[in-house]
């Protein structure tokens, strides 16, 4: 008999991704789809609910051979967080866009709520910001049902990207405990919807998913081609939450870095009420895991930025900038302000040092540095949370620069390790699909060999602090605030 396979799905910001892997956890095959996204006004980023949906429908196509479809054992779905979407209960149809994580439309509403900002935090361990989901439920609701009479009936069905994919298979109403407790309507010490949040953000209790857990259980695949109707999906994870699992993160001092549009900065354990950093439900299998977490907005994002300005490949850009130096130039890219450890949606994008003889690679290495500098910060945020961070675990499309993971590693003092596979946010909900199918243990996934490149900082410490403390400078001019050092 054939060996079984796992398929992992990945729909992210930019793109959805299929992986193939065998019982041994190697990748057999992979596909990955772009998807779009639009800006109808400042500020303002939206997806196609549907052209998501087609995107994972093309991505399965491509992956999986017809002759691998019988042997594939189950099904796993990670996914970006935080976005939202409304759709008809009845015909399964979207009512307006998704919105995405990135979407800064509801700030001013924050800033209405800033009574309300210590409870949020103490129930949802989520500062009161524009990127979770809470927000983008109420302006939803707002636009398309403001008297909440369609919600409290049924008629409507409101969820992330996760309970989206979900609701094309049939069934019930889901979503998975990890992406629910990035809404910032979950209590997450109980994982249910608090009655508090629901009513501080006018979200009826009828128009939510029903929490289940990281393995579900979940309706099985419907219509996914070459896959054969009734194929199990077996996990769901959150992205970033899948990510630290390919790590193996629930080990001791396991510390990631998701490089992706934006970044995640992810730790295994409770920060308590450490400033700056969100408390989330990792994933849960054997029982909940709690996760210590740092966003950033723009990282790999800021990149795309410019060589959309300039009208180049992104790879074009940062081959050309492979040995420039940014010569005094420091980019705060505040697109929709700045998430971790800041957490203020009023900031704007700053670029200081600029001269007459300032050209676009000096403007693509100040933008590689922020990267760096804006995921140390958050390190630094988590080590004083959870203790010390010597290696930083990297992952994501731009850890491909080698330049990019010197930078991190001079830039912040500490060995970084590059993840061997990028597309780490499939192989981890694979993991965790594979767990559940019985194909490994946890201990086996535990031992099984992780490749990793390493980077050592080579960085004099008094140069290193001195480009920390000009970095923070750029960044006090960017916050209405005007501080400018996380610690």
């Not at 249910?192 to 259980?217: H, I, K, Q, T, Y």
């Not at 909940?288 to 795309?304: C, D, H, K, Q």
């Not at 933008?367 to 675990?393: K, R």
Request: hydrophobic letters at 45%; aromatic letters at 6%; a negative charge.
């Amino acid at each position: 008999m054939a060996s079984p396979l796992i398929l992992a799905i990945d729909q992210g910001t930019s793109s959805t991704k299929a992986l193939l892997v065998d019982e041994g956890g190697r990748v057999v095959s992979r596909a990955v789809v772009p998807v779009a996204e639009s800006q109808p006004r400042p500020g303002w980023v939206e997806q196609s609910a549907d052209e998501l949906w087609q995107s994972v429908r093309r991505a399965v196509a491509e992956c999986v051979a017809p002759e691998q479809a019988a042997r594939v054992a189950g099904v796993g779905f990670s996914n970006q967080r935080e976005s939202l979407v409304l759709w008809e209960r009845r015909t399964g149809e979207p009512v307006g866009p998704l919105l995405s994580w990135q979407d800064q439309r509801t700030a001013d509403r924050c800033h209405e709520l800033t009574g309300s900002a210590e409870l949020v935090r103490s129930v949802s361990g989520m500062p009161l910001d524009p990127m979770f989901s809470a927000l983008k439920a109420r302006w939803l609701l707002d636009a398309h049902d403001p008297d909440r009479m369609r919600s409290r009936a049924g008629e409507l069905c409101l969820g992330t990207v996760d309970s989206w994919l979900l609701s094309r298979f049939g069934g019930e109403h889901l979503i998975e405990v990890g992406n629910a407790s990035r809404t910032q309507l979950l209590d997450i010490g109980t994982a249910n919807w608090d009655p508090r949040l629901l009513e501080l953000f006018g979200v009826p209790a009828e128009v939510l998913p029903r929490v289940v857990s990281s393995c579900g259980p979940f309706p099985a695949v419907r219509d996914l081609a070459p896959l054969p109707d009734g194929v199990p999906v077996l996990a769901v994870m959150g992205d970033s939450h899948a990510a630290m699992f390919a790590h193996a993160g629930w080990r001791p001092g396991v510390v990631k870095a998701t490089y992706g549009t934006g970044s995640s900065v992810m730790a295994i354990g409770d920060c308590g009420a450490a400033a700056g950093l969100c408390r989330s439900v990792a994933w849960d299998i054997d029982g909940p895991v709690l996760g210590v977490e740092g966003n950033i907005r723009a990282t790999g994002r800021t990149v795309s930025w410019l060589a959309e300005l300039f009208g180049v490949r992104t790879e074009d850009l940062l081959a050309e900038a492979a040995d420039t130096a940014p010569e005094g130039v420091h980019f705060v890219p505040a697109f929709g302000g700045l998430g971790a450890p800041w957490w203020e949606p009023d900031a704007t994008p700053v670029v200081t040092g600029l001269t007459l003889g300032t050209r676009r690679g000096q403007l693509v290495a100040a933008a590689l540095e922020a990267v760096a500098f804006q995921v140390e910060d958050v390190v630094t945020a988590i080590e004083q949370a959870v203790g010390q961070v010597s290696v930083l675990m990297a992952d994501g499309g731009l850890t491909r620069s080698d330049r990019m993971m010197r930078l991190q590693a001079d830039l912040s003092g500490r060995a970084v390790a590059r993840s061997g596979e990028h597309d780490l946010s499939c192989l981890g909900v694979a993991d965790a699909a594979g767990l559940t199918a019985k194909l490994w243990t946890l201990g086996e996934l535990e031992r099984r060999p992780r490749p990793a490149d390493r980077f050592e900082p080579a960085l004099d410490e008094t140069d290193r602090a001195a480009r920390k403390a000009a970095w923070h400078e750029a960044v006090r001019r960017s916050r209405p605030s005007g501080e400018g050092s996380s610690t």
